[in-house]
């Protein structure tokens, strides 16, 4: 039974950091390509940054580019995202999801997604 699940949202003003994890199970980790989604109320889920099996390349949305930061542990099958100088429109769910192929950027591209973690930025 395949399980990601995120930690690590919660309140923060403008202009501070969160790192979050997610935390995989029941699959081979180490041999897939991961990423980070977002969902805010009323909108589309948005990619946020993705990462290739080993943490050899990784790719960023436009809106969080120079801001966030993903990396993978491998041996502790989990996956982060540091998040600096946050915004309020940074403000949505977060989710982690396990590619299975295609485009990197698009949602169906993906098989298998956490719960979610909610990150709310204050102005």
């Known amino acids: 039974q395949v399980q990601l699940v995120e930690s690590g949202g919660g309140l923060v003003q403008a202009g501070g950091s969160l790192r979050l994890s997610c935390a995989a199970s029941?699959?081979?980790?180490?041999?897939?390509?991961m990423a980070w989604f977002r969902q805010a109320p009323g909108k589309e889920r948005e990619f946020v940054a993705a990462?290739?099996?080993?943490?050899?390349?990784?790719y960023y949305g436009d809106s969080v580019k120079g801001r966030f930061t993903i990396s993978r542990d491998n041996a502790k099958n989990t996956l982060y995202l540091q998040m600096n100088s946050l915004k309020p429109e940074d403000t949505a769910v977060y989710s982690c999801?396990?590619?299975?192929?295609?485009?990197?950027?698009?949602?169906?591209?993906?098989?298998?997604w956490g719960q979610g973690t909610q990150v709310t930025v204050s102005s």
């Open positions: 029941g699959l081979t980790f180490s041999t897939h390509t």
């Open positions: 990462i290739t099996y080993d943490g050899g390349s990784t």
């Open positions: 999801a396990h590619h299975r192929g295609g485009t990197l950027y698009y949602p169906r591209a993906y098989d298998y």
